[in-house]
């Protein structure tokens, strides 16, 4: 198994990034897949979730109305677009399957 992060860096407040999470060694539509992250100091959080087919998604409340979790079971991917960024979102971003956990990828939102 195999969970590859991309598309962190810096963004300034208000501004948008999308990472990317490219899986492989597994049947990936048969997993629920997650986006977590931690900060600096902090706890490693949930982010998102999404079912297998995408039908059951759920999002912390701090980041609901703002980040959109999605997959593509052909490009065996699962996406965090992440709109109207904010300091307090900086942080590692993971990509995990039950059991895996990817290298993450750093988002810094800083002017």
């Known amino acids: 198994v195999l969970l590859v992060e991309s598309g962190g860096g810096l963004v300034q407040p208000g501004g948008s990034l999308r990472l990317s999470c490219a899986a492989s060694?597994?049947?990936?539509?048969?997993?629920?897949m997650r986006w977590y992250r931690q900060a600096p100091g902090k706890d490693r959080e949930l982010v998102a979730s999404?079912?297998?087919?995408?039908?059951?998604?759920n999002y912390a409340d701090s980041v609901k109305g703002r980040f959109t979790i999605s997959r593509d079971n052909v490009k065996n991917t699962v996406n965090l677009q992440m709109n109207s960024l904010k300091p307090e979102d900086t942080a590692v971003y993971y990509c995990?399957?039950?059991?895996?956990w990817g290298k993450g990828t750093l988002v810094t939102v800083s002017s």
């Open positions: 995990q399957r039950i059991g895996y």
């Open positions: 999404i079912s297998r087919y995408g039908d059951i998604i």
């Open positions: 060694g597994f049947t990936f539509s048969s997993y629920f």
